[in-house]
């Protein structure tokens, strides 16, 4: 049986609950094969296997990293010759048949190699989960600076502006739900192993937006419990800071050039106004 779309979880130390929700939303759906990439300590996830037998489980030798644990399950796509393959949040679920109207968007439109679609909250408030690429002050600002001092930007960063209701070729998805087109991988490369975690989607996207759109889709809806671990643990916070100095290292810190030139087109396209979206 050829399989047509793989889906990754990458977990360490994840609720069950919470992984079990996840889970079922894929099952219930298209979704011929489900890799749970497991980065905690022991292999108690191993029982979902049993589960269906559409599921594979991974137990890493460590905690590997986000980026590197989803790239296990992307070479063993591109390997069986998968045709798309979805990286996916344990806290992400959602309805029945939203997969199949993604892969069916996807195969009308072969310019797209990346899908984000809309993203809420549980409770139904927008996740603003496509953005323009960040330069250093956006995130320092948002970190560290009371909202009210920086707002205007901060809107125009997370494109609060941007009516929903209508696509956008976005240079930055968040990693909660990345719907990727296989074939793409062989020109954009995989995730950048250097980075643990955080910087890891900004990079990848920026890279298949390159080679083609990177789509912000609103005929799908996920629900994303959003954990932002990194504004409540010290830890955290640090990881988040040394991987997105790794990340400006790369790309630029304050001159990248085709951050200017993605996020400048993009705010054409959507057609921003400075003097009125404030």
């Not at 955290?236 to 085709?258: A, P, Q, T």
Request: aromatic share 14%; with cysteine; charged share 25%.
């Amino acid at each position: 049986m050829q399989i047509k779309t793989a889906a990754s979880i990458v977990t360490y130390k994840t609720d069950r609950e919470e992984l079990l929700c996840c889970v079922n939303s894929l099952l219930r759906d298209d979704v011929d094969i489900i890799y749970v990439c497991d980065n905690s300590p022991d292999d108690s996830l191993k029982y979902l296997c049993g589960i269906s037998d559409r599921i594979q489980y991974l137990h890493n030798s460590g905690n590997i990293g986000y980026g590197c644990a989803h790239n296990v399950a992307i070479r063993l796509s591109l390997r069986n010759g998968v045709r798309y393959h979805l990286v996916i949040n344990p806290d992400v679920y959602f309805e029945r048949g939203t997969i199949r109207e993604i892969v069916g968007f996807m195969e009308r439109d072969v310019s797209v190699v990346q899908l984000t679609p809309n993203v809420v909250y549980p409770d139904g408030r927008v996740q603003f989960a496509c953005r323009m690429l960040p330069t250093p002050a956006d995130l320092i600002l948002r970190r560290f600076v009371p909202r009210f001092l920086y707002r205007k930007r901060e809107r125009r960063y997370l494109l609060e502006f941007f009516d929903r209701k209508r696509s956008a070729d976005v240079p930055y998805h968040m990693g909660c739900f990345m719907f990727f087109r296989c074939s793409a991988f062989e020109r954009a490369g995989l995730f950048d192993e250097r980075f643990f975690m955080y910087p890891e989607d900004i990079d990848i996207t920026r890279r298949m937006h390159r080679i083609g759109k990177t789509l912000f889709w609103p005929g799908a809806t996920v629900v994303h419990a959003h954990r932002a671990a990194s504004y409540k643990s010290a830890r955290m916070l640090w990881v988040h800071i040394v991987n997105m100095i790794r990340y400006f290292n790369k790309w630029g810190w304050f001159c990248d050039s085709e951050r200017k030139v993605f996020n400048n087109r993009l705010l054409s396209e959507l057609g921003y106004d400075d003097e009125t979206k404030g």
